[in-house]
């Protein structure tokens, strides 16, 4: 595996040379107000390009190209098997391109180098290629009839699918949303975060490479506010999915409802609890994920470990395991291989995080390390990992998703307190429960409110495992083989014989 050194990903990103366009019918485009936005380093706090800010005309634009592929059939029907192939050579082409799609993500988000390289670039390869895997295993269905009758289930594309992305993961998520709506047969809009663009508008050169029909796979470039709202009123685009915020997420709903009743499939925020037991049959492997569940990617994870509730008899010895990591989590350059904390995304969330630092202070949580900030050579965003114990559940930081390296730690008595704490939230994404009583669970993973559960880990996550939320986390699954049946309709065809 070749990977540079720390002065190789320097050099390489002082050489990068950042795309600037849309990419929409197979080739890079400037807006057509060519009015354009800037994206900051956030290592640096230094501009890095200026980005095309699209707006109604552009969408306007990129949904032409992509109906009139749908319209076409190059794609949507494409043998399922050949779509397959297509997407595993996609696969591959990411993995040939993980050094620059590394440093995109990084340069872009701040995130470490080796996290963005040896995670999110190649999970995104992984996922690419098992849906071209999954592609022709999938069958319709006949169902039992008279003798002269014949009646079938069948699933076909929707037509156009907008994909709404974040930036914590920007790669990563969206292959999670494409990969499934192209083995579909759609056409495809990818809306990435204004912060992060890069690494997708690289993924749309590579899709072309791969043999995807040009007008297939669109980027559309500009601020959510602009661009999102214009994809989410859009006529003419049949799907929409989205993950991020759970404000947004409802804003997605209204404009469905004030447009064409489009479909939207959300993926929003989490509030997670991680409950640890007295009886956890592995303390240190418990803490280790405890911590690296809410530190890593500065925190910016939806799914993070953020509400950890220990059992109180263990609390004081399992918290000074965690501080105990959580110190060795030091902020550094995002291009250095040997640092494990990075950048915060931009100044908006770096004040959002230490906003809700001091609320916790104020509410009265106990705070027990950092709570503080740092440079990296005098620049850059950097907040250190941050907790909290003697957190109550109706404080603030233990309500509102902080997206951010701060763990609340809350104690309690039995697990019948634990599952209601777990549960009240408004939100339902990720839990776990660590014990070595098999009754407790088992009882408890049927009793907590959220679509992932993971007993004795946490976030135990496999690309053919469905992922989605409960209540305000959000409406349908990524992944596995029900995020394909997300992207289609369902058709009964009923034929009558003489």
């Given at each position: ?29 400037g ?8 994206t ?66 990084t ?21 690419l ?36 992305i ?46 995807i ?10 601020v ?6 214009a994809i ?23 404009y ?53 509730l ?47 630092i001091a ?7 106990e ?61 339902g ?70």
């Amino acid at each position: 595996m070749d990977l540079p050194t720390y002065e190789g990903w320097q050099k390489l990103a002082e050489n990068f040379e950042h795309q600037t366009g849309s990419f929409v019918g197979g080739e890079y485009v400037g807006s057509i107000s060519d009015r354009t936005y800037e994206t900051i380093n956030p290592a640096t706090e230094k501009v890095t390009a200026n980005i095309s800010a699209c707006d109604q005309l552009d969408v306007d634009m990129a949904v032409k190209a992509a109906r009139d592929a749908f319209k076409s059939g190059s794609w949507s029907r494409m043998a399922p098997r050949e779509r397959g192939v297509i997407l595993q050579t996609l696969a591959e082409l990411v993995s040939k391109n993980a050094n620059e799609l590394a440093l995109m993500e990084t340069i872009n988000m701040g995130k470490p180098i080796m996290e963005a390289r040896m995670a999110d670039i190649n999970l995104s390869a992984q996922c690419l290629k098992w849906y071209g895997e999954a592609i022709d295993k999938l069958t319709d269905e006949i169902i039992a009839t008279p003798d002269n009758v014949r009646a079938t289930i069948t699933r076909e594309p929707m037509g156009v699918v907008a994909a709404v992305i974040p930036w914590n993961f920007p790669l990563l998520m969206a292959c999670w949303k494409i990969a499934p709506a192209l083995a579909a047969g759609n056409s495809v809009i990818v809306k990435p975060s204004e912060q992060t663009p890069q690494s997708i508008l690289k993924l749309a050169e590579l899709a072309i490479a791969a043999g995807i029909p040009e007008g297939v796979f669109n980027v559309i470039t500009g601020v959510g506010e602009v661009v999102g709202a214009a994809i989410g009123r859009h006529m003419d685009i049949d799907c929409l999915t989205f993950t991020g915020s759970t404000a947004v997420g409802k804003k997605f709903l209204e404009y469905s409802g004030q447009s064409n009743m489009k479909t939207v499939w959300l993926e929003c925020g989490g509030k997670n609890p991680n409950i640890v037991m007295a009886d956890c049959p592995n303390m240190e492997k418990a803490a280790m994920n405890a911590a690296m569940n809410v530190f890593f990617n500065q925190g910016e994870v939806c799914a993070s470990a953020s509400r950890l509730l220990v059992e109180e008899s263990i609390r004081d010895e399992f918290l000074e395991k965690i501080i105990a990591i959580g110190q060795t989590r030091i902020p550094g350059d995002p291009l250095n291989p040997a640092t494990n904390m990075g950048a915060i995304v931009d100044r908006s969330q770096f004040d959002r995080i230490n906003g809700y630092i001091a609320i916790g202070q104020k509410e009265g949580a106990e705070l027990v390390l950092g709570g503080d900030t740092s440079k990296v050579d005098g620049k850059g965003l950097y907040v250190n990992p941050t907790i909290f114990k003697n957190v109550k559940n109706d404080m603030t930081i233990a309500r509102e998703e902080i997206f951010g390296p701060v763990l609340s730690a809350i104690s309690f008595t039995d697990i019948d307190e634990a599952v209601a704490i777990a549960n009240d939230s408004l939100y339902g994404l990720s839990a776990a429960i660590w014990t070595s009583d098999i009754n407790i669970a088992h009882k408890t993973a049927r009793n907590l409110e959220a679509g992932a559960v993971s007993i004795n880990s946490y976030s135990s996550i496999d690309i053919a495992l469905p992922f989605g939320g409960y209540k305000q986390s959000g409406i349908g699954v990524d992944k596995s083989l029900h995020a394909i049946e997300k992207y289609t309709n369902m058709k009964s065809t009923w034929l009558e014989l003489d």
